[in-house]
């Protein structure tokens, strides 16, 4: 590696939690506002509590989009050489169990790859699992790819 992405590189294999955050109702909402979607089971909680769900839930892409903030609270090396990073997509995404308004998440991240793509210009691969505290099953995993220019 060069550019100082040796200490990145070390962190292969290397587990990293989140903090935590708190998907609430209001959240839930902006989101079904933002993206147009407003399926009972997200906005509704009288009609969602008659579910099987017993409650609202967090869109999966709500809780998808979530990624970003939640691996920018991951320590991580610091890189100062980084001039610019991009998302450069997901390889796999399931959604394995529902966010219920009001539960708290964090993110599960393992960097299990690295590579300069051209000279400068690193692919980062992230194993992700966003956890929801109290619950054993992950709502999502993820491979999530990012790219950097140094």
């Given at each position: 590696m060069s550019g100082g992405t040796?200490?990145?590189?070390?962190?292969?294999?290397v587990v990293r939690h989140s903090d935590w955050m708190t998907v609430d109702q209001a959240m839930i909402d902006r989101f079904a506002?933002?993206?147009l979607d407003h399926q009972f089971i997200h906005v509704d909680p009288a009609r969602a509590a008659a579910t099987p769900l017993g409650g609202t839930i967090a869109h999966g892409?709500?809780?998808l989009s979530l990624l970003a903030p939640l691996q920018a609270s991951i320590p991580r090396?610091?890189?100062?050489?980084?001039r610019m990073g991009l998302n450069y997509g997901l390889d796999r995404v399931?959604?394995?169990?529902?966010?219920?308004?009001g539960s708290?998440?964090?993110?599960?991240?393992t960097l299990v790859a690295i590579e300069e793509v051209a000279p400068g210009q690193f692919q980062q691969t992230h194993e992700i699992v966003v956890e929801i505290e109290?619950?054993?099953?992950?709502?999502?995993?993820a491979t999530w790819l990012t790219r950097f220019i140094i």
């Open positions: 040796d200490a990145l590189a070390a962190e292969i294999g506002d933002a993206t892409f709500l809780t090396p610091e890189m100062p050489a980084i399931r959604f394995i169990h529902p966010v219920r308004s708290r998440i964090r993110a599960a991240a109290g619950i054993q099953k992950p709502a999502l995993v």
